[in-house]
């Protein structure tokens, strides 16, 4: 069985790792508590290397 994303879900990560990443840089610039900075880095990282490394396929209609 091979594990795909359709181009929603693929997208909705991104997403996801993106406004984390950007919460990232806000707390870094604000020096803000560590473990905000490990929590929103994990997720940032975790949401870019899923859609980096798993194929985007579309759904079959059958």
């Known amino acids: 069985m091979t594990v795909t994303l359709t181009s929603l879900s693929a997208t909705i990560i991104f997403v996801i790792a993106c406004l984390a990443g950007f919460q990232y840089r806000r707390v870094w ?31 079959s209609p059958i």
């Open 29 to 59: 610039k604000a020096e803000g508590p560590k473990w905000q900075l490990w929590l929103f880095g994990l997720i940032a990282a975790a949401g870019l290397l899923i859609v980096g490394f798993t194929p985007v396929g579309a759904q």
